[in-house]
């Protein structure tokens, strides 16, 4: 089964949580949950820790981090850091094809290294496996309802699906799309010195 279809069973259960992507996931992403609080990243690996920001910063606010397995990789050691600030709104997916699929498909280390074990080594308080859809939305909920920082992994099938529109926005305006709807929302100035929610 491709990533779609899982990210297609948890869109109707994530609010207005703030959802971070990487890759090809954030086509995808915003074809099953269209939201200015859908924000992709450029740099590779860095999906967890700007995820991980943004729980902190907003710690009454859900925020998910879409990672793939290149990123996961690539980033490994912001793992102890999220594990050590603990945020309990941040919820790590984890789509491991084992490949770099956006880069044209070289093999990631992936299928030797185990991500949730490299997760719980690094101090997350839970991760695991999933292999269905069903299990999967189960384990979201649960980590949604629980409050707890939460690794959720799954072994997908490279590919997306022919037919998915495209990006309506690059990533300079998703920027500042995303941005300003942080502002609104929390009604803090980010990117405008004079902004005042009151006026
Ligand atoms: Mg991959």
Same mark, same amino acid.
């Given at each position: 089964?491709?990533?779609?279809?899982?990210?297609?069973?948890?869109? %109707?259960?994530?609010? $207005?949580?703030?959802?971070?992507?990487?890759?090809?996931?954030?086509?995808?992403?915003?074809? /099953? @949950?269209?939201?200015?609080?859908?924000?992709?990243? @450029?740099?590779?690996?860095? /999906?967890?820790?700007?995820?991980?920001?943004?729980?902190?910063?907003?710690?009454?606010?859900?925020?998910?981090?879409?990672?793939?397995?290149?990123?996961?990789?690539? $980033?490994?050691?912001?793992?102890?850091?999220?594990?050590?600030?603990?945020?309990? $709104?941040?919820?790590?997916?984890?789509?491991?094809?084992?490949?770099?699929?956006?880069?044209?498909?070289?093999?990631?280390?992936?299928?030797?290294? %185990?991500?949730?074990?490299?997760?719980?080594?690094?101090?997350?308080?839970?991760?695991?496996?999933?292999?269905?859809?069903?299990?999967? @939305?189960?384990?979201?909920?649960?980590?949604?309802?629980?409050? @707890? +920082?939460? +690794?959720?992994?799954?072994? /997908?099938?490279?590919?997306?699906?022919?037919?998915?529109?495209?990006?309506?926005? %690059?990533?300079?305006? $998703?920027?500042?799309?995303?941005?300003?709807? +942080?502002?609104?929302?929390?009604?803090?100035?980010?990117?405008?010195?004079?902004?005042?929610?009151?006026?």
């Amino acid at each position: 089964m491709q990533r779609y279809a899982y990210l297609k069973a948890i869109a %109707d259960d994530t609010g $207005n949580a703030l959802a971070v992507c990487t890759g090809w996931s954030a086509r995808e992403w915003w074809a /099953v @949950r269209p939201s200015d609080g859908n924000l992709k990243t @450029r740099t590779l690996g860095l /999906v967890s820790s700007i995820a991980a920001g943004l729980a902190f910063a907003l710690p009454h606010r859900k925020v998910i981090a879409i990672d793939g397995d290149g990123a996961f990789l690539m $980033n490994l050691c912001g793992l102890p850091t999220i594990a050590l600030q603990r945020p309990p $709104n941040l919820i790590h997916l984890l789509f491991d094809n084992e490949v770099y699929e956006a880069s044209g498909g070289t093999a990631t280390a992936s299928h030797i290294a %185990d991500a949730v074990s490299l997760a719980k080594g690094a101090g997350y308080p839970h991760a695991c496996w999933v292999s269905t859809a069903e299990e999967f @939305r189960a384990e979201f909920l649960q980590a949604w309802q629980s409050d @707890r +920082l939460s +690794l959720i992994a799954v072994k /997908v099938e490279p590919g997306q699906p022919k037919d998915l529109p495209p990006l309506a926005l %690059d990533e300079l305006e $998703n920027k500042y799309t995303f941005m300003r709807y +942080l502002e609104r929302t929390e009604k803090k100035g980010i990117l405008s010195p004079g902004f005042d929610s009151k006026s």
